[in-house]
Antibody, heavy 120, light 110 residues
Framework: QLQLQESGPGLVKPSETLSLTCTVS??????????WGWIRQPPGKGLEFIGSIYYSGTTYYNPSLKSRVTISVDTSKNQFSLKLSSVTAADTAVYYC????????????WGKGTTVTVSS | QSALTQPPSASGSPGQSVTISCTGTISDVGGYNYVSWYQQHPGKAPKLIIYEVSKRPSGVPDRFSGSKSGNTASLTVSGLQAEDEADFYCSSYAGNNNFVFGPGTKVTVL
C-alpha cells in the first residue's frame, strides 16, 4: 500500500526558506503514470495547489507561487522535496504531499500533512 | 480567494440527501472532465471520493455521486450518515499542469 510521509521543521523564521521532504513507501516514485505534488492549507482555510514534479525532474508550479517555489526529486531515496523562499506569516499552513495521477488528473494518495508555522 | 465557488455549509438529517455545488469557468470545470471531490475530517488529510466528475475510487460508498453541467459540478451524498460530517472540497484540472480548489463546504448531519 502506497504511503507518503512529510517531514521537516515545524517553525521557520520570516524571510527564510521553508524546506520539506516527502518520503514515498510501498511503491516507486519512478512510475510513469504519476507526478508528485505539494498542496497546502492555511489554518481554517481551503486547499492550495503548490506544484508537482515528475521522476525525470520536470516541474510545474502554481503561477501565484512560482517565483518562490522549487520542487526537486531524489529517485534513489524515493523522495521529493519542497523549498519555499522568503516566507511570511501568510505561508503558515499544513503542507501535504500527494500523488498526482496524470491519466485521470486527480490527487489520489495523500500524506498526513505537516504543520509549518512562520514566526520569529 | 479560491478559484472555484462552493457554498460554505450544507446540512441534512440522517438518511436524507445533500447536494453541494462547485462553480468554475470554461478554463477549469467547464473545460475538462477532471473534476474531483475530497472529503476531509477534522485534523485529517483530504481523501479522494470522486474523480473524473462521477467516478468513485475503490472502497468509496456508492452513496457518494458526482455530476457536471457546464461550468458547475455537483456532489450528492445520499442516505446521510453521522460519519459523513466533514468538509468537502471540489477540485478541477485547470490546464498547464495546474489544479484549482474550491473553498470547501462544511456538511453537518443534524
Amino acid at each position: 500500500q502506497l504511503q507518503l510521509q512529510e517531514s521537516g521543521p515545524g517553525l521557520v523564521k520570516p524571510s527564510e526558506t521553508l524546506s520539506l521532504t516527502c518520503t514515498v513507501s510501498g511503491g516507486s516514485i519512478s512510475s510513469s503514470s504519476y507526478y508528485w505534488g505539494w498542496i497546502r492549507q492555511p489554518p481554517g482555510k481551503g486547499l492550495e495547489f503548490i506544484g508537482s514534479i515528475y521522476y525525470s525532474g520536470t516541474t510545474y508550479y502554481n503561477p501565484s507561487l512560482k517565483s518562490r517555489v522549487t520542487i526537486s526529486v531524489d529517485t534513489s531515496k524515493n523522495q521529493f522535496s519542497l523549498k519555499l523562499s522568503s516566507v511570511t506569516a501568510a505561508d503558515t499552513a499544513v503542507y501535504y504531499c500527494a500523488r498526482r495521477d496524470i491519466v485521470v488528473e486527480n490527487l489520489d494518495v495523500w500524506g498526513k500533512g505537516t504543520t509549518v508555522t512562520v514566526s520569529s | 480567494q479560491s478559484a472555484l465557488t462552493q457554498p460554505p455549509s450544507a446540512s441534512g438529517s440522517p438518511g436524507q440527501s445533500v447536494t453541494i455545488s462547485c462553480t468554475g469557468t470554461i478554463s477549469d470545470v467547464g473545460g475538462y472532465n477532471y473534476v474531483s471531490w475530497y472529503q476531509q475530517h477534522p485534523g485529517k488529510a483530504p481523501k479522494l471520493i470522486i474523480y473524473e466528475v462521477s467516478k468513485r475510487p475503490s472502497g468509496v460508498p456508492d452513496r457518494f455521486s458526482g455530476s457536471k453541467s457546464g461550468n458547475t459540478a455537483s456532489l450528492t451524498v445520499s442516505g446521510l450518515q453521522a460519519e459523513d460530517e466533514a468538509d468537502f472540497y471540489c477540485s478541477s484540472y485547470a490546464g498547464n499542469n495546474n489544479f484549482v480548489f474550491g473553498p470547501g463546504t462544511k456538511v453537518t448531519v443534524l
